[in-house]
Every structure is written in structure tokens, then in C-alpha cells.
């Protein structure tokens, strides 16, 4: 992973979050949540996609926009086609640490790891792939 300078890192940690939250995480009760954080807009899977779309399709399109992919789908850094459409589009990429998280769970260790995230978003440049422990560490893979 590269470091920023310091002034790509202030431009990066002044902007808002832009953060698209994966269809395994639902439309509902963790996109509201994430709403209510400050500084931070959200992007739900099935509003800019085909609900049976292939990782692999849309990884490229949102890596594009410099979004950061929220999943629980620990499983697309194991998988070629998806771990390639990660690093060669220069994704971030946050997963939970275990999928059986409810989703107030997801969201209160996102909201506890939140400044760690931005911290780690403004501080390199793509790729990051990083983990969100249930207490709200972030552990950069």
C-alpha cells in the first residue's frame, strides 16, 4: 500500500464518504442506519443494480467512482475473478469479521471504526481491503 501526501490526505479526509453498502448487507435496517452517521453518503446495491448482478460486473463500476464497498461477503478476497476486480480497479473494500453480525451490530461497529476508516481511506491510495471486528477495529489486510 502507498501513502498519501499530505495534501492528496487533507483533500481525501475533508470529502464526504461515499459508501456503497453490498445486497448481503439488505436495503434496509444498515443502509438507514449508516444514513444517520455524519459526513457520509450511502449507496445501496439494489438501487444501482440488477439484484442478481455478478460481483465481478459491478466491483469495476463502483471502484470507478472511488466508493467504498461495504460486504460481509468475506469470501470475494478468496475469489479470482472478484479479488481481481478489486485490486486491478483499485477498490477500497471493508468486510465484517463474521457475517452473523444483526445489522444494528454491523452498524454500531461501523459507526465505533468509523474515523479509523476515513483515517485509512484518506491516508492510502487504492487498494485497501480491511476488516471491521465486531467492537469496531479495523484491520488492514
Not at 52 to 59: A, G, I, N, P, S
Not at 91 to 109: K, R
Not at 116 to 135: E, H, Q, T
Amino acid at each position: 500500500m502507498k501513502k498519501r501526501s499530505g495534501a492528496s490526505y487533507r483533500s481525501k479526509r475533508d470529502n464526504p464518504l461515499e459508501l456503497f453498502v453490498d445486497r448481503c448487507l439488505g436495503r434496509n435496517i444498515l443502509p438507514e442506519a449508516l444514513r444517520k452517521l455524519p459526513n457520509l453518503t450511502v449507496h445501496v446495491h439494489d438501487d444501482l443494480f440488477a439484484p442478481d448482478e455478478l460481483d465481478h460486473v459491478w466491483l469495476p463500476k463502483v471502484a470507478a467512482k472511488g466508493w467504498v464497498i461495504l460486504t460481509k461477503d468475506k469470501d470475494i478476497r478468496h475469489r479470482k475473478l472478484e479479488l481481481d476486480a478489486v485490486l486491478k480497479n483499485e477498490a477500497y473494500m471493508l468486510t465484517f469479521g463474521q457475517g452473523d453480525y444483526s445489522g444494528q451490530e454491523m452498524a454500531e461497529a461501523f459507526r465505533l471504526a468509523l474515523p479509523k476508516i476515513k483515517r485509512s481511506v484518506a491516508g492510502y491510495f487504492p487498494p485497501l481491503i480491511a476488516r471491521i471486528s465486531k467492537g469496531g477495529d479495523l484491520l488492514i489486510l
